[in-house]
């Protein structure tokens, strides 16, 4: 009797711990789910993903019933692109407040069962579960910050065309064709995006005139837009032909620019999931052909503006119902703070200074506008001061604090990422996204640990604790100078004194002890790199390579190349090339022609080698941070705890002056804008005594600008007569958007020609 009773209260117990989850995986039966019979057409594209990804975790393809334990169904109470997920009744429920969300909810559970969304694009093979659970009360909800999020693929030729074109859809038209965009499309829809600008450089087939390309899109629930030179959805590079339809000039030739705008707007009318963008530039990127000065282009862009309304209202429909946006990039900013007028449903989409430093945002009245604001961010870039179009390396402070900038200045309508490639522009890609996606998945001080789980994600929880500090590091020798810019080279110079507009390797700005010092630090970053990879999973070794370890080791080499001996630097160039034909041979061959290690050819990839400055004694005196309301910024700047100051706000320091003399004190502040038309202003006092008052603002593309973008900081120099003993120095904010990274004082014969070298509060010592 007591064995009975002793089986009975523990089967009574095991079927309460049961019923307080839902196991919707056994590891004997295939998951079951059922979804509404007239949904929309990305629900079976999210769908046949997870059913993809059930398989490779499950080892079983998941089957359609009625008393399935998946059920997912339109939900009128959420917004567009909204998800819930929940449990009830031994099921699991996915709700879509629309067709996107309803995939977005279902590609959410692939993520819950251990996959990641870079499966294709990373190669991160999903680990196989035999169980997979919810508890009984688990519920989600998410909807997005920004109702528009997506990517701008550009300056494609030396990455996607190639390995497009010639490895994973063969073409000889420089087609990015409906095979390749159905996988970036679904990279998007696992992060959460929904919009794409596509290629558009000269040699890619324009998106339009390939076919299967939009009707892929439409499956994909992708919204098509067009970049800033490119009005109402055509591609001006790749299809308009000056000798079929003269010249591509307003003030001459306007009834041709309007009928070959008449041809895409009929053609797209019926299938929606359109951006138009609106007003007009050069067809290659340049100013309006065909006026000379301000006034004229003025006047020019507006007559484009009013008469571009009236073709949408003409052949699509009410333009205050169509998504459409406007973009202040270049010189079409000072059109616009001219006083055009831009109508109020239109989108303002502002722009970074292609350096991921944002330019403007909307003031006061402008946040009123119906059709909002977005932003157009840059994470790589071909041009001047010089491109970097090989890895992805913009710190993930930086794209964490303008891209908050622009969401607290209500720029929520749509966001959109430059990257050369999605595989390279991985982790910064996806830190923008999740941004996009909900604005307060990542905070100043919680970056660090966003990385850390991304790591750990990837390539699981023991390397990807390993694999932090290391990547820390890495950000931030990236952050003091981007491999790119090992050279201390320029670009779109003078050809009448330089070759090509290049200028070429020579002296650059790191003497032997510096040079040392990083090439030791990137030894020390290779070592725990090697130290994390015995942790992860062998099937991972190439997903693992391509997002680790080429960077790193690319990067390190590079450094090398530049600033050691003849020998070493032919070794590093050698290893480079060796890297690179890996990257492009791993898994079979799949990537093969995605990677070049020397993007337009420029004078820094070469064999080439740089002269290393003079070695310069130093006199430091110690600072210490001893007071400030501020917000720190992880992984922001050279110190990596670059220091927020708002308007009004103060940081202050002690400085102990041993010897009597003449010092100077360096402030380097993150190289920021105005967000407004206004200045960018702070002081510096010593010991309460007169401020003196510094701005930042630079004319775009002036030589201090491009000095500034190219170091990552904005040096300015207070020269002071200090008496022996301890000294306060205050830097107080006058404007907003004044990030301040590292204050140093050292003695005055030496500071002239020392980089900035302080610590802020917080800073992570080197290894």
Known sequence: ??????????????????????????????????????????????????????????????VASKKAVVNCQLSKTLPADAFRIYTKNGSIFVEGGNGRGMAYGLLELSRMAGVSPWIWWGDIVPERRDRL??????????????????IFINDEDWSIRPWSCNTFEPNSNGEIGPRTYRKIFELLLRLRANAIWPAMHEGTK??????????????????????????????????????????????????????????????????????????MRGIHDSSMEGYATEQEKFEALQQVIDDQQQLIVKYVGAPEKQMQMFVPYKEVLQLYEKGLKVPDYVTLMWCDDNYGYITRLSDAREQQRSG????????????????????????????????????????????????????????????FLDMAWNINAVSSSSLGQHLRSWLCRQFGSEAGERLYPAMFQFYRLCGERRPEFMGFTQVELDKKKYHRGLSTVGDVQFSRQEAA???????????????????????????????????????????TKILTDSAESRRAYDEIQSLTRQYNEMRGGKWRCLMDAAPRKLPVFEDVRGRLREEVKTVDVRVVPVSGNVDVIQMLGHSMNAISLPKGRSMTYKADIDVEGDYTVTTALIPTHPLDSGDLRFSVSIDGGEPVVYSLKEPFRSERWKDNVLRAQAIRDTKVHLQKGSHSITVHALDNHVVLDELTVKSIQTADSVEADGKMPGREGRF
């Not at 659970?133 to 997506?150: C, I, K, M, N």
């Not at 090989?390 to 720029?411: F, I, S």
């Not at 994390?532 to 680790?548: C, G």
């Open 372 to 431: 909002g604001a977005g932003v157009y961010y840059h994470l790589s870039y071909w041009g001047r001061p010089h491109d970097y179009l090989w890895l992805t390396t913009t710190q993930p402070g930086l794209v964490y604090n303008e891209m908050r900038q622009a969401y607290d200045h209500n720029a929520r309508r749509l966001w959109i990422a430059n990257v050369h490639d999605p595989k390279v522009a991985a982790y910064d890609l996806e830190l």
């Open 1 to 62: 009797m007591k064995r009975i009773l002793l089986t009975f209260l523990v089967l009574k117990c095991s079927l309460i711990i049961s019923a307080g989850e839902v196991v919707w995986f056994d590891g004997q039966h295939p998951v079951t789910y059922n979804i509404p019979k007239k949904a929309e057409l990305v629900v079976g594209t999210a769908l046949s993903m997870w059913k993809d990804d059930m398989l490779q975790v499950t080892g079983m393809m998941p």
């Open 206 to 279: 324009a998106f339009f005139l390939t076919p299967g390309n939009k009707a892929v899109a439409d499956s994909c629930g992708i919204v098509i837009g067009t970049s800033h030179c490119e009005p109402l959805l055509r591609n001006n590079v790749g299809e308009w032909n000056v000798s079929e339809r003269g010249r591509f000039n307003y003030r001459t030739n306007r009834e041709a620019v309007q009928q070959y705008w008449i041809e895409r707007l009929k053609e797209v009318k019926t299938s929606g999931n359109n951006i138009f963008t609106i007003g």
């Open 133 to 150: 659970v919810l508890s009984g009360d688990f519920t989600t909800e998410q909807s997005p910050s920004v109702a528009y999020r997506g």
């Open 517 to 559: 010092s990083r090439l030791a630090d990137f030894e020390c970053i290779k070592a725990r790199i090697i130290e994390a990879k015995a942790y992860v999973r062998p099937e991972l070794y190439d997903a693992f390579f391509a997002a680790i370890q080429y960077p790193v080791w690319a990067a390190s080499a590079m450094s």
